[in-house]
C-alpha cells in the first residue's frame, strides 16, 4: 500500500486505507479471511462489548457491520476511530492484532477479534460460522 498517495489517515496494524474507493472489504482473522462487497455494507453499530469480562484485559468496544449476507462483530480498541472511515469506504482490510500490543498503539484502532455470522441470502448460500 502506498501511504504518501492517501489522504486519509493509516492505521498501521488492524485498518488498512488505501485512497482508491475499494470494491471489498476483507476480513482476515486467526483461521480465516473473508470479504464481502462494500456496496453491501448496510450500516454499522459501534457500542460496548457485551462480552467484556475484565476491563485490563478484554476489549471495551464491539462493531458491528450489517451487511446483506452478514454480520461482522469486530471486538478491540478505539473502534470508534472506524466510524468515518467505513463511512466514507476507505476501509480496504481489517486484520486481527495481538491484545497484549493495544495499550501501546493508542492512536488507531486495534481490532482483536473477529466474528462473521452468515444469512442466507437468495445470492449465497448458508455457511456455517467459524
Do not use: Y
Not at 492517501?6 to 482473522?29: A, D, T
Not at 464481502?36 to 455494507?41: E, H, S
Amino acid at each position: 500500500m502506498n501511504t504518501k498517495a492517501s489522504k486519509h489517515p493509516q492505521f498501521g496494524n488492524s485498518v488498512h486505507l488505501v485512497s482508491r474507493e475499494p470494491s471489498m472489504i476483507e476480513f482476515v482473522g486467526r483461521s480465516r479471511h473473508c470479504g464481502f462487497a462494500k456496496d453491501r455494507l448496510n450500516g454499522f453499530v459501534l457500542e460496548k462489548n457485551p462480552t467484556r469480562k475484565d476491563p485490563k484485559l478484554d476489549p471495551p468496544d464491539q462493531l458491528r457491520l450489517f451487511f446483506d449476507n452478514a454480520v461482522v462483530l469486530l471486538h478491540g480498541w478505539r473502534l470508534e476511530m472506524m466510524a468515518s472511515v467505513l463511512a466514507n469506504g476507505t476501509v480496504a482490510s481489517v486484520h486481527v492484532s495481538e491484545k497484549e500490543l493495544a495499550k501501546l498503539m493508542i492512536e488507531e484502532p486495534w481490532v482483536t477479534e473477529i466474528e462473521i455470522e452468515f444469512r442466507a441470502s437468495p445470492e449465497q448460500p448458508e455457511q456455517p460460522a467459524q
